[in-house]
């Protein structure tokens, strides 16, 4: 099926750096799809599981697979062990890399968040800080909390706010992602509907929407803080302008990123200003369109926070009990949040405190379970974050075992020791079973079932 691209777009992008028309309609009209993954670094898989694999040249935990498998029907997907996201959205791993050389602990904003890919990279780059993953769309939220639990990162809180919230944080980040939302052309080829989709009208009132979320969001970037911009659109309107009009409006410093001649990245300027953006065509590169640009803020800014919510910590007995599943119950800060005990790194908790006091939070850090009379039952999160101790029993699956359990179907298993048991397949943790005298019972999370047959 042929992909008719807008002529309008197309008269647009002439002269722009690094594109070809013929080359770039070419693209659009093959058939070709391009598949990649991003590893968790926390939870390593078996190295032939991803056989035939190559890296992708700009984020060391990306691979290029040969070919598309099920994910759905792949267990270890399910526990968190890598997240599929397209090749050129993780040119933010190397940026990242680029403006942070070491790992001091940092407050990080993904502004617009939902449905995870940026936030659990930046969870994995920066695993030492603070990072508050947003979503401004409600019905994006849960699945965005979703995936931050699969990929078992306990120092990132997932929230549901409006861009203009975050003045109630001023200077309190040292790193701001926004992600911005756009007319989408860079997703033409994955997505050939977004095609009708497009119009020029379309593209100016993205600009315009762009200009109003970072009006809104920069406040809230600390002195010698960086942030990073990015859309998934070819139009200049949402991409240099914006940067001349970032400089223009809030005075930052354009920050520019080294790459490599064989990646395929095209260096662009913007008009005014010279900012340095970073254009990914799919014809270029083993990827789809996208657009990035870094900028620090170097100017004198105030920071004010407001009076801190008091954590509901545990009793002492409550805090002992927990303890004995931790591996290391001092690195953790335990408090009681809608009935569940939920652990966030000890050096973040005041931090948390500042966030959960000033935005609306609908996911902090690993949900740990909650108490039924004196006993401890974990939650779904707890099995899937890296808090666990090493004594926990544990169930070893097979594939075939491992989907049944996914799929919360009967399970037999051949422990002998009864109680909670951790199930795991090829290394990774997928979830709680119980193990009774005549039964097991399948804790899986009902909303997160396979539904395939």
């Keep these: 099926m042929q992909h008719h691209l807008p002529q309008q777009l197309l008269h647009d992008l002439e002269g722009l750096p690094g594109f070809d028309e013929q080359s770039f309609i070419d693209v659009h009209t093959s058939k070709e799809q391009v598949t990649s993954v991003r590893l968790n670094p926390a939870k390593p898989i078996t190295a032939d599981h991803f ?3 190559e890296q992708v040249p700009w984020c060391e935990y990306g691979r290029y697979l040969p070919a598309r498998p099920s994910f759905t029907l792949d267990p270890v997907f399910h ?46 780059a920066l695993p030492n800080s603070f990072i508050v993953s947003n979503e401004v769309i409600k019905t994006r939220v849960s699945v965005l909390a979703e995936n931050i ?14 861009p203009k919230d975050f003045t109630r944080l001023p200077a309190f980040f040292d790193l701001m992602v926004v992600d911005a939302p756009c007319s989408g052309s860079g997703l033409f080829r994955k997505d050939p509907a977004a095609i009708e989709e497009w119009s020029e009208n379309n593209v100016q009132m993205c600009s315009l929407r762009q200009q109003r979320i970072l009006t809104d969001a920069i406040p809230s970037l600390r ?12 139009s200049k309107q949402e991409n240099e302008d914006i940067c001349d009009w970032i400089v223009d409006t809030f005075r930052l410093t ?17 008009p005014v200003h010279g900012a340095s953006g970073y254009r990914f065509y799919p014809d270029k590169v083993k990827g789809e369109g996208l657009f990035i640009a870094c900028f620090r803020q170097e100017n004198p800014v105030e920071e004010y926070y407001a009076p801190a919510n008091k954590l509901q910590l545990l009793t002492r007995n409550e805090q002992e009990q927990v303890n004995s599943w931790l591996q290391e119950p001092e690195a953790s800060t335990l408090f009681v949040q809608k009935e569940n005990i939920v652990a966030i790194p000890a050096r973040w908790a005041e931090s948390f405190a500042i966030v959960q006091k000033n935005l609306s939070v609908r996911k902090s850090g690993v949900a740990i379970g909650n108490f039924k009379g004196k006993d401890l039952i974990p939650h779904h999160e ?34 002998a020791q009864k109680g ?12 709680w079973a119980k193990v009774l005298p005549t039964r097991v019972n399948n804790y899986y999370p009902t909303n997160w079932r396979i539904l395939i047959p």
């Design 51 to 53: 056989a035939g694999s």
């Design 79 to 124: 526990g968190g062990a890598y997240y599929v996201q397209e090749a050129s959205s993780m040119f933010l791993h190397h940026v990242i890399r680029q403006v942070y050389t070491d790992e001091q602990p940092r407050h990080v904003l993904d502004l617009c968040g939902a449905p995870g890919g940026k936030s659990t990279l930046v969870a994995a």
């Design 149 to 162: 639990s699969k990929w078992g990162s306990e120092h990132v809180v997932v929230t549901n706010n409006d």
């Design 223 to 234: 002195r010698d803080g960086y942030l990073i911009y990015s859309t998934c659109s070819y």
């Design 254 to 270: 354009p920050v520019a990123v080294a790459t490599e001649p064989g990646w395929g990245v095209t260096e662009t300027i913007s």
């Design 382 to 415: 707890f099995a899937l974050s890296s808090l666990l101790h090493q004594h926990i029993v544990v169930a070893d699956l097979d594939k075939e075992e491992a989907l049944r359990y996914l799929k919360r179907q009967d399970l037999v298993l051949s422990t």
């Design 420 to 431: 909670w048991s951790l199930m795991r397949h090829q290394g990774i943790n997928l979830g």
